[in-house]
């Protein structure tokens, strides 16, 4: 069985996992990122697209909106690229409870958090798609960011300071000698081949794995999983993100996010965290939600809807008596202290504003196992873009003209004018081609006709690089997937595009043959 | 006050304003857009897809097909058949037989009639063949084309890329500015300078579908004659160009019978209160301007099912039939109109309205709702025609059903 | 805004558009009324500027909108793009696009000006130095123009038609049939009367479309307020306007509220009573043309219709009178335009593809070997009888002949 050996494995490719490999890194550890599967298919690829200004948990949790507040300005060093820089809006409507926002404007002075009173007129004028039944309004710092950006940014970074990120295995056996981990066991999850890894320390960041992970060095953790919701519509309504200035609830949050817009999210406790079915009362009620916001929003077009699951931790279920949770929302169990078992930590809970504390904490627990006396430097260091055309809108937009360049250059996916070149770049770096990859890292398909024309294009383009029924394969799990993403959405013009998409796949094209066993 | 009012310009309505107007009906045709064709083969499938052939007896009595009659379908097809031929657009294929028409990505699309040039794909089983793409045209797909035709059963021998005369584009090309282009017969000649040269050793040649809009036979048969070699045509994604030339046609051959044709208003329909009798009057036009009433004596509704808008699906979980609001059957949750998988049979293929054996919409009761509406196309209820490969078959042998029932 | 965005919300990218977009398919430079339309608009932002995406392409014929199956707006969308700062407009644009000062001047010139468009030499220089195709046709300049030769008809106030107890009708001429083809309006006015209604001109200025073709959206509304407040007395006495020219007229039924974006209750109320001359006496006056005995036209004729009148949405009126009409052989152009587009055509950076766009249209004309060309709109009829040396004539005189009253 082959074999790799490095200081620190880290569990989970995630906002989580990756900023801690990062962190690592720069500190000269030698790190192993793993993940079960590609990047951006847990939490963090399923993310609202929001940089929390803090403002958010002012009054229920201030250490959390302190840490989202400091978090926010480092982030918008670090990694400029993925952020379009919106600005929020703070929107108490005149049926919200009138006290709270006076509470929570106080609250966020208190903490530092930058807050500026606006008039109606002022909102209006900025956004002109807005209820007028605003009672009381507030400009925050709050942004967009991408959390793929991200992602492939610091798996990119992370690769170019020496670390490793091996995609599509996952951990099955941990080799545990002495109630130390030593080693884990790993299988692929492309062709069920194994592999093994020794390290020093093993982090699990497997997000709403961390369960199933812990429990195969024997151990319990205590997370909750819990559903978030969230809508992309098919344009944006604002170019500011808006909440509702009233105690934090679901569906009170809208993102502007690359072309569209996100209106998310709800919180629903889950019991395991496979995906689950989006119930259409989930959907309605966040479309009436957005209603409240912007008059006109709920017979705006849905072009997709999706859920998270995230990993909480909740001290209630917890019979140990010891934990490094540094803050209620995230948690560090160190399992040598909790369970005697030695080389374990797991990390769970958190925001992905605040991936990057999360992962400093981590990182100086990791480092103080190692008996390494570098300190953290990310929040100055910043992590190194992939060279690639980024997801925010105002690139899309220059490279809209017609030109000599541009049949040379096709525009594979017309909706998000993604170019053939970024498919080959992307080609040219993948071992493994996965439509969904592909939409992850350059907004493939994410745009009103759902991937229609684009992704049997990107798959011809990819046909000459890859196993052909390989592509095949994905080519038709692709669509079904995005399928499953718009048939919640089953009326008025996005139940056209289903029946467009679906007479395309499968009267025009004949789809259903060429992946073997559908009729 | 116009004889007929058709409402939908998709293949049930333009077919059926042919009929009626080739019957000296005074017919007028008015859709808010474009039908279905573009997105189309533009092939004629009567019963492609099931695994039996087709015997009205064994269907479903409320199946259009069975509804409408299988004498209503001979003399569909023959009406298609005469209108094509007269178009010198000819078709090839019987109601007794299934052709197999290659799609852009080499699945075998299963038809009952098609255009000669794609119909050529038949004749060239068991011989070697090529596959060409076009420099410009992005939606070819040369290596899945060979790899699954390959797996079909055709001797490809390999894949060929043709370029342009001309300067590099500005941008990618369409089916249609290709076409356009093709319809050129200097353009021809150049692209044979062109295109022979490397077609050596080449006998068949199957291409994307751009050899002209209109008159795409005399282009098929020019372009043939020029390079030496036989070539078949593979319809590309949206516009597809077989779909557009039966379209236009069609569109054509009512223009020249008569039939008034506006295009780009909507209908919204009127319900005759002045006498006993449940009738319509005719519809309301909503122009891009105004609104302004339209009688008509006999209105066939021909406006398809979910994609362009003669069924509303609604948040609620309702179907709406969306010009006269006639009943129509629904699932009480909306996540029902679907399952789970693309693939699967989907429950909102089988929506509609209910006819009787007249084409005449039905009540709950099993009674026309109006005595003078009538309908065609897929606007009827109960056949699934995806799963079935009956769209076209059903657009036409009801559009023929109802021009009967109208005229009676 | 709100508003705005929510035809954006139905385009399913299907490319029915596309498919029938005259322009798209003979040039590349116009990326087609989808990604120009819909699809670029998704990606406007209010801090970034939408660069130039080849909307100056687009003709306007409105053909994208016709076709949409998905109520997108496409021609309006992208007709509002090409709005820009009267600064920022050639010297050319700013002058073609004012028809009706153009035929004020011109008309007390004819008798020069007509030799002078007529001589190459000054075609030639035209094109160099001001950019009009020398290949393009331009219109002959009446002596009198039709507000001098008409001017009993004119009606300021609605008052003065308190006791007319016939059915009235406002008649608006626009600037081609005022300056370059008069004989059009005074058979109008003549074919309405002979159904028996009162015609009278309404005050009227011209209708800003050529303004706002070139983007010169204040300058075309100035005007198109100007119509609406001129025009709203008579409106609101229930009275009705028609024209013979379908493209001013659709700048009435829709241009003013769906791109000046003049939205009020006077520019519905003009939307709402404005009619196509066909339209209008089909219409209002059913019986009276039923009871029309028409002479025989021997003749084998291809008709047109301009994208202009196909923008109405209510078909080709025309074509019901010219089928009674015996001894007229008719064909019908499946053609969506004929390429000229208004001032599109006249344009030398545009001529090409506007030639281009016509071609077939004029070869089929010639190989059916008809007699004339009948279109309703005027720089069609310019045209097509440029392109194929055939006679052009609005649908009123082939009507009028049949009715004896031209010969």
Redesign the interface.
């Known amino acids: 069985m082959p074999s790799l050996s490095t200081e620190l494995l880290v569990i989970g490719a995630g906002a989580t996992g990756l900023g801690i490999a990062w962190d690592a890194c720069l500190r000269g550890i030698k790190v192993v990122v793993v993940d079960q599967s590609n990047i951006a298919q847990g939490t963090s690829g399923r993310y609202h697209g929001l940089l929390h200004s803090g403002g958010r948990y002012a009054v229920t949790d201030p250490i959390s909106a302190q840490e989202c507040a400091s978090e926010n300005s480092i982030l918008r060093r670090i990694i400029p690229h993925a952020i379009e820089d919106t600005g929020g809006l703070y929107l108490a409507l005149r049926t919200d409870p009138a006290d709270y926002a006076h509470e929570w404007q106080r609250a966020c002075q208190e903490i530092g958090i930058d807050v500026e009173p606006q008039s109606l007129d002022q909102v209006l004028r900025r956004e002109p798609a807005l209820t007028k039944s605003i009672s009381q309004a507030f400009q925050v710092n709050a942004a967009s960011l991408d959390s793929f950006d991200l992602l492939n940014s610091l798996s990119h970074s992370i690769r170019k300071t020496g670390g490793q990120v091996l995609l599509h295995h996952r951990v099955n056996e941990f080799i545990i000698e002495d109630n130390t981990v030593v080693a884990a066991e790993l299988v692929s999850e492309l062709d069920q081949t194994t592999m093994q890894i020794g390290a020093e320390i093993f982090i699990n960041a497997a997000g709403p794995w961390s369960d199933q992970v812990a429990a195969l060095a024997g151990v319990k953790i205590p997370i909750t999983h819990s559903k978030g919701t969230m809508i992309a519509m098919a344009n944006r309504l604002t170019h500011t993100v808006i909440h509702r200035c009233r105690p934090p609830s679901s569906g009170d949050a809208i993102v502007p996010a690359g072309s569209v817009m996100i209106i998310g999210t709800t919180d629903i406790p889950v019991s395991s965290a496979n995906d689950l079915p989006i119930k259409p009362s989930e959907i309605d009620f966040l479309l009436d939600q957005g209603e409240e916001l912007i008059p006109g929003f709920s017979n705006r077009r849905p072009l997709r809807a999706w859920s998270g699951i995230r990993p909480l931790y909740n001290p209630l279920h917890d019979d140990m008596n010891s934990t490094r949770g540094i803050s209620r929302s995230h948690v560090l169990i160190n399992h040598a202290e909790t369970d005697g078992i030695s080389g374990l930590a797991s990390i769970f809970g958190g925001k992905l504003t605040t991936f990057r504390l999360m992962a400093q904490r981590v990182a100086d627990f990791v480092a103080q196992e190692l008996q390494i006396d570098d300190q953290c430097c990310t929040d100055t260091v910043p992590i190194e873009p992939e060279e690639k055309e980024f997801i925010i809108l105002s690139n899309r937009t220059t490279r809209l003209l017609p030109s000599e360049n541009n049949a040379r250059d096709s525009v594979i996916c017309e909706c998000e004018n993604v170019r053939r070149s970024e498919i080959e770049a992307y080609i040219q770096s993948s071992d493994h081609f996965e439509l969904d990859n592909l939409r992850c890292t350059t907004r493939l398909g994410m745009g009103p006709c759902q991937s229609a024309f684009c992704s049997v294009r990107a798959t011809g383009i990819a046909f000459s690089s890859y196993e052909t029924e390989d592509l095949l394969i994905d080519l038709t799990s692709f669509i079904d997937r995005r399928w499953r993403g718009t048939s919640l959405l089953a009326w008025g013009q996005s139940m056209r595009q289903i029946v467009f998409s679906r007479r395309l796949y499968l009267e025009l094209l004949g789809i259903q043959q060429v992946s073997g066993d559908k009729s | 006050m116009t004889d007929i009012l058709i409402i939908g310009a998709g293949l049930s309505g333009l077919f059926a304003s042919i009929l009626a107007a080739k019957r000296n009906a005074d017919v007028?045709l008015v859709s808010?857009?474009?039908?279905?064709l573009?997105?189309?083969?533009g092939c004629i499938d009567v019963w492609s897809?099931a695994t039996s052939s087709l015997s009205l007896s064994r269907l479903k009595k409320n199946h259009p097909y069975r509804i409408a009659g299988k004498r209503a379908l001979n003399i569909a097809m023959e009406a298609f058949e005469d209108i094509m031929h007269d178009a010198s657009y000819p078709f090839s294929g019987s109601l007794s037989k299934q052709l197999f028409i290659p799609?852009?990505?080499?699945?075998?699309?299963c038809t009952a009639y098609a255009p000669i040039s794609l119909a050529h794909s038949q004749m060239t089983k068991g011989t070697p063949i090529a596959i060409a793409s076009i420099a410009?045209l992005?939606?070819?797909?040369p290596?899945?084309l060979v790899?699954?035709l390959r797996s079909n059963g055709y001797l490809v021998e390999r894949s060929i890329s043709l370029s342009l005369p001309g300067s590099?584009?500005?941008?990618?090309?369409?089916s249609?500015?290709l076409?356009?282009r093709f319809?050129d017969s200097a353009y021809r000649d150049q692209i044979a300078q062109l295109w022979k040269p490397r077609l050596s050793g080449i006998h068949c040649l199957g291409i994307p579908a751009i050899l002209g809009l209109?008159q795409p036979n005399q282009v098929y048969q020019s372009i043939q004659v020029l390079l030496g070699i036989e070539l078949f045509e593979i319809?590309t994604?949206?516009?597809?160009l077989p779909g557009?030339r039966l379209e236009?046609v069609l569109?054509?051959t009512a223009?020249?019978f008569?039939v008034?044709?506006?295009?780009?208003?909507s209908a919204i329909g009127r319900i005759d209160r002045s006498r006993k009798l449940k009738r319509v009057s005719g519809i309301t036009?909503q122009?891009?301007?105004?609104s302004?009433q339209l009688k008509a004596q006999k209105v066939i509704l021909a406006t398809g099912?979910?994609?362009?808008?003669g069924l509303?699906?609604?948040?609620d979980g309702s179907i709406q039939e969306s010009v006269f609001n006639l009943p129509i059957d629904y699932p009480e949750?909306?996540?029902a109109?679907?399952a789970?998988?693309?693939?699967d049979k989907?429950p909102?293929e089988m929506h509609g309205v209910r006819v009787n054996s007249r084409m005449q919409p039905l009540d709950l009761k099993g009674e026309p709702v109006y005595e003078n509406l009538f309908s065609a196309g897929g606007i009827i209820a109960g056949a699934d025609r995806?799963s079935e490969g009956s769209?076209q078959g059903i657009d036409l042998a009801t559009a023929q059903r109802a021009v009967e029932a109208a005229l009676e | 805004m709100n508003q705005e965005f929510l035809p954006t919300d139905h385009c399913l990218k299907c490319n029915i558009c596309t498919a029938s977009c005259p322009v798209a398919s003979v040039t590349d430079r116009f990326l087609g009324p989808k990604a120009v339309g819909p699809q670029a608009h998704r990606f406007q932002h209010p801090h970034y500027e939408l660069p130039d995406v080849s909307e100056e392409w687009c003709s306007s014929c409105g053909t994208c909108t016709l076709v949409c199956p998905h109520d997108v707006p496409v021609a309006e969308m992208i007709a509002k793009m090409k709005e820009r700062p009267n600064r920022e407009a050639s010297w050319r644009d700013r002058i073609i696009s004012r028809p009706e000062m153009l035929g004020r001047l011109a008309t007390r010139f004819a008798s020069i000006v007509n030799p002078l468009i007529n001589s190459s030499r000054v075609r030639a220089a035209l094109e160099r130095y001001f950019g009009i195709s020398s290949k393009a046709p331009l219109p002959t300049i009446a002596r009198t123009s039709l507000n001098k030769s008409l001017r009993d008809y004119y009606v300021k106030s609605p008052n003065r038609l308190e006791e007319i107890s016939r059915l009235t009708v406002g008649y608006f001429h626009g600037c081609s049939t005022n300056f370059f083809e008069p004989m059009l309006g005074e058979l109008a006015v003549v074919i309405l009367e002979s159904l028996g209604l009162y015609v009278f001109l309404p005050p009227q200025v011209c209708c800003g479309l050529p303004l706002q073709s070139n983007g010169l959206f204040d300058a075309a509304r100035k005007l198109a307020n100007k119509n609406i407040k001129l025009l709203t007395p008579f409106l609101r006495e229930k009275i009705p306007i028609v024209g013979t020219s379908p493209s001013c007229m659709l700048a009435f039924k829709h241009d003013y509220r769906a791109i000046l974006g003049i939205d009020t209750e006077e520019s519905n109320l003009l939307a709402n009573s404005t009619y196509d001359f066909f339209e209008f006496i089909l219409q209002f006056v059913p019986e009276e043309v039923n009871r029309i005995s028409y002479r025989k036209v021997v003749a084998h004729a291809l008709y047109h219709p301009p994208c202009q009148l196909r923008g109405h949405g209510i078909g080709t009126p025309a074509l019901t009178i010219l089928r009674r009409i015996p001894g007229l052989q008719l064909e019908v152009s499946d053609f969506a335009c004929c390429g000229v587009a208004g001032t599109y055509g006249v344009k030398s950076e545009r001529y090409q593809v506007a030639y281009a766009v016509g071609e077939q249209l004029f070869q089929k004309a010639l190989a059916m070997n008809v007699d004339f060309i009948i279109s309703d709109s005027e720089t069609c009829r310019w045209w097509i009888s440029k392109h194929t040396k055939l006679p052009a004539y609005h649908p009123l005189e082939i009507m009028a002949r049949s009715m004896g009253i031209i010969t």
Request: proline share 8%.
């Open positions: 007028t808010a857009g474009h039908g279905g573009s997105i189309s083969h897809k799609t852009a990505i080499g699945s075998l699309h410009g992005r939606d070819c797909f290596e899945m790899k699954n590099e584009p500005y941008r990618d090309l369409y249609t500015d076409a356009y319809e209109r319809p994604p949206p516009p597809s557009l236009q569109f054509s223009a020249h008569g008034n044709i506006i295009l780009g208003s036009l122009t891009p301007s105004n302004r099912g979910f994609l362009h808008g509303i699906a609604h948040r949750n909306r996540k109109l679907l789970p998988s693309l693939f989907q909102y995806q769209r």
